[in-house]
């Protein structure tokens, strides 16, 4: 073989070991962006999910505790004086924390 040949063997066996390589890069690659992708994925799932808990599920109910719990502490006998219904439905909220 010349030098010339020589050379452009070399190069073309740097080539594809690169390649080759490379290949197999690119694939390890795709595949942990497919799970750092599903990772994120679950995660975000995860936020919206006690997202809406905390500011959507959570209120309401506490909401619905409370209106039953001043309604019952309002309650003299078989009579409910509505004008304090109001002060404990308030005073329930601020101890939930809404």
Known sequence: M???EL?????I????????????NVYYVLENEKRRFIIYFILGIFILVGLFYWY????????????????ERSRYGNNIKYEFVD?????????KGL
């Open 7 to 11: 050379e452009k063997y070399k190069i």
């Open 56 to 71: 959507s599920y959570r209120p309401s109910q506490i909401k619905k505790e409370c209106a039953t719990q001043a309604i």
């Open 87 to 95: 002060i404990n439905y308030n005073q329930c909220i601020r101890e």
């Open 2 to 4: 010349t030098k010339e």
């Open 13 to 24: 066996k740097e080539i594809r070991e690169t390649c080759e390589g490379g290949n197999h």
